[in-house]
């Protein structure tokens, strides 16, 4: 098999303290074409203590810019490290293109994980986050000719609504090894995995907990960190919830794996998402999701299978339904096992095929 090369310019890296979905995405589906043989770096940026260059499970990687000046110095970094190096680039949008279809000799397939949207209000100042929000959709349709990879039918919908034509859905699947006994606490207990940021809501989340209380004993795990951790923690005094909650930080996957299992239920009141990756480790790990029915988790939260979904930003509909599924042994049980079959449907190893072919078809 004729060895690709591969380009990937995104905004952050597996590495990167801020990582998400997004960066355990790219990195699954690149890298098993890098065991393979294939050539593969990405582009991103750099962060506080990091190498410029480092070579992470056989994907080389070079830092550049920072938080915003990776986008301007997009073009410098083609012309030394790039050009006629490579025979495709991949470019990951995320909000902010790098606009590499306008200097790049080689061809670009862009992948656009989500929309934006109302995400933009959620981290950057003001005015670049009203700069970003009405300018998303014209940056965006510059691609619309270009073979365009997606990872969920929202978003897909949504690119068909700015002209895009060729879009490839190519789904996530969850890296994550449940124990091989799961095993459910003896209380009933809720978990919210993923960033603590704005956009994911987590203050929704003790809200829901705080009506949970009322008529169930039951505790909460917040699994992860980001900028409103300390915020989150003052407002579980205020709801006085806090000797119910627990804050574990950012863990590695095996501590992930093993609080998922134990938890009986994930709520998820994110604005939007790309697709929701931590909704499938949990159903990996047996446990059902609430969320809201939002971008993303539309696709990734089946009624009924693997999880409910409650009206956008309605936390006592979110409660409720988790005060409902607490006190139903049975409907709990079951759905458990049904997520963890509803999980088997996706695997990393079908999803880099279908990269790598798209990508094959693209050089030519």
């Not at 790219?26 to 770096?41: D, M, R, S, Y």
């Not at 931590?278 to 696709?299: F, K, S």
Request: aromatic fraction near 10%; charged fraction near 30%; include cysteine.
């Amino acid at each position: 098999m004729e060895k690709m090369r591969i380009a990937f310019f995104n905004w952050r890296d597996i590495n990167h303290p801020a990582a998400g979905g997004a960066e355990v995405y790219n990195h699954e589906l690149l890298k098993p074409l890098a065991e393979q043989g294939h050539k593969i770096t990405i582009f991103t940026s750099s962060f506080p203590g990091c190498k410029e260059k480092e070579v992470i499970d056989r994907i080389e990687h070079i830092r550049y810019g920072g938080k915003f000046g990776i986008y301007p110095k997009a073009y410098f970094c083609y012309k030394k490290y790039v050009e006629g190096k490579y025979d495709v680039i991949v470019e990951g949008i995320n909000g902010m293109p790098f606009f590499t279809k306008f200097f790049a000799r080689e061809s670009v397939v862009p992948l656009v994980y989500q929309l934006t949207r109302k995400n933009w209000y959620s981290g950057l100042p003001l005015p670049l986050a009203f700069a970003g929000f009405h300018s998303e959709d014209f940056l965006l349709r510059v691609y619309r000719k270009q073979p365009t990879i997606t990872i969920s039918e929202s978003t897909r919908m949504d690119l068909e609504k700015l002209g895009f034509g060729d879009l490839n859905v190519i789904y996530a699947s969850a890296d994550i090894t449940p124990p091989k006994e799961i095993r459910k606490e003896k209380k009933k207990t809720l978990v919210y995995l993923g960033r603590i940021t704005k956009s994911k809501r987590v203050d929704h989340v003790l809200q829901a907990f705080r009506i949970i209380r009322e008529s169930t004993d039951a505790q909460l795990w917040i699994v992860g960190s980001g900028p409103e951790e300390k915020h989150m923690q003052q407002l579980a005094k205020e709801l006085k919830i806090s000797g119910q909650t627990k804050f574990f930080g950012k863990v590695n996957q095996e501590k992930k794996a093993e609080l998922l299992s134990k938890a009986h239920i994930k709520l998820f009141p994110a604005v939007r998402e790309g697709w929701g990756i931590v909704a499938l480790e949990a159903n990996v790990c047996g446990t059902p999701v609430i969320g809201y029915n939002v971008h993303g988790l539309r696709d990734s939260v089946k009624e009924g299978v693997n999880g409910f979904l409650v009206d956008d930003g309605n936390v006592q509909e979110m409660a409720k339904c988790a005060v409902e599924l607490l006190g139903d042994e049975k409907a709990l049980r079951d759905i458990s096992l049904d997520s963890i079959e509803y999980s088997k449907k996706f695997n990393w190893e079908k999803s880099s095929k279908e990269f790598a072919s798209l990508l094959k078809r693209v050089i030519g």
